[in-house]
């Protein structure tokens, strides 16, 4: 099940950018952060798919969901403009942002190259 990131859980679980220059992941595995709005229609279709991955990679990937509305700091900081906005984040290396909804054999490419390329 995917979980809602707070600011300060953003900083505590994933990138403290206000203590670090650079970017430095502190999670286990490697994440996937949806940025979301609830009243966004492309993000509703993208939601059940995150769920599913979230079951599919358990143990293997974090997947987590940020509230542009409730986490506006968080959103601006990643230049969030359009939504959904996917942040990809590989255990060690620079993440990479995706805009716009998906189809799950996309997320599962990404998925395979980026984050768990072992996995493939």
């Known amino acids: 099940?995917?979980?809602k990131l707070t600011?300060?859980?953003?900083?505590?679980?994933?990138?403290d950018y206000?203590?670090?220059?650079?970017w430095k992941f502190k999670g286990d595995v490697p994440a996937i952060i949806d940025f979301y709005a609830d009243w966004c229609g492309p993000c509703k279709m993208v939601a059940p798919i995150m769920e599913k991955l979230s079951a599919k990679y358990?143990?293997?990937?974090?997947?987590?969901?940020?509230?542009?509305?409730?986490?506006?700091e968080l959103a601006s900081m990643f230049g969030v403009q359009s939504i959904p906005t996917i942040l990809f984040?590989?255990?060690?290396?620079?993440?990479?942002?995706?805009?716009?909804?998906?189809?799950?054999?996309e997320f599962d490419r990404i998925i395979a190259e980026l984050l768990l390329p072992a996995e493939a």
């Open 1 to 3: 099940m995917s979980e």
């Open 7 to 15: 600011l300060s859980a953003f900083k505590e679980r994933i990138f």
């Open 18 to 22: 206000e203590s670090e220059k650079e």
């Open 58 to 72: 358990d143990g293997k990937l974090s997947i987590y969901k940020v509230d542009t509305e409730a986490e506006q």
């Open 89 to 105: 984040i590989p255990k060690d290396g620079q993440p990479r942002v995706s805009m716009g909804a998906m189809p799950e054999k």
